[in-house]
């Protein structure tokens, strides 16, 4: 099994300031790697799947890097609807395990 | 549009069995397969398995293997899953999620508690 390590686990930015959060792979799993943002009492929102391809409907702000066994997510602007919980997921090979997760706060 | 709608929340003792459905509409059910993902209160993501929407072969979680069955129903588009001999720590909000580049569309979630 593939484990997926996410950091920091809590990330406190002002809005309007970038957050950059990490993901890591146990190994590679080349860029099939996909990015979730989840809010309270809600599923979760594709953001980023291939690494680094913005799902349909997610504001460019938001951008995927990276590839085999590390991967950043960066929001550039934050605005105040982004203050949420992200995962990383890979979809390399069964079974796709999520990150742990990290909790992006308001500063 | 995609559409994903989960059944009803549910209460169930220790010991019991619970069938959660999910039923898709705004795509061609067959061309994709569906997840299963469930969160414990205050938790991450935990992936419990797959279903195939073509042919409905699966690949279940190590953790559920064994308890858990997914199926599906093509003449209505609905994926189910079951899941038998509930323990407390199976108390969850269950999601299913269309697999397409990780996942791209989830149902709304069903809570199950597990209590006496």
């Known amino acids: 099994e593939i484990v997926m390590t996410q950091s920091p686990a809590t990330l406190s930015v002002s809005p309007g300031e970038r957050a950059t959060l990490s993901c890591r792979a146990s190994?590679?799993?080349?860029?099939?790697l996909a990015w979730y943002q989840q809010k309270p009492g809600q599923a979760p929102r594709l953001l980023i799947y291939g690494a680094s391809t913005r799902a349909t409907g997610i504001p460019a702000r938001f951008s995927g890097s990276g590839s085999g066994t590390e991967f950043t997510l960066t929001i550039s602007s934050l605005q105040s609807e982004d203050f949420a919980v992200y995962y990383c997921?890979?979809?390399?090979?069964?079974?796709?395990?999520f990150g742990q997760g990290t909790k992006l706060e308001i500063k | 549009q995609v559409q994903l709608v989960q059944s009803g929340a549910e209460v169930k003792k220790p010991g019991a069995s619970v069938k959660v459905s999910c039923k898709a509409s705004g795509y061609t059910f067959t061309s994709y397969g569906i997840s299963w993902v469930r969160q414990a209160p205050g938790q991450g993501l935990e992936w419990m398995g797959w279903?195939?929407?073509?042919?409905?072969?699966?690949n279940y979680a190590q953790k559920v293997q064994g308890r858990v069955t997914m199926t599906t129903d093509t003449s209505t588009s609905t994926a189910y899953m079951e899941l038998r001999s509930l323990r407390s720590d199976d108390t969850a909000v269950y999601y299913c999620a269309r697999v397409y580049a990780g996942s791209d569309y989830w149902g709304q979630g069903t809570l199950v508690t597990v209590s006496s």
């Open positions: 279903i195939s929407g073509y042919n409905g072969n699966t």
């Open positions: 997921q890979h979809y390399i090979k069964w079974p796709y395990t």
């Open positions: 190994q590679s799993v080349n860029s099939n």
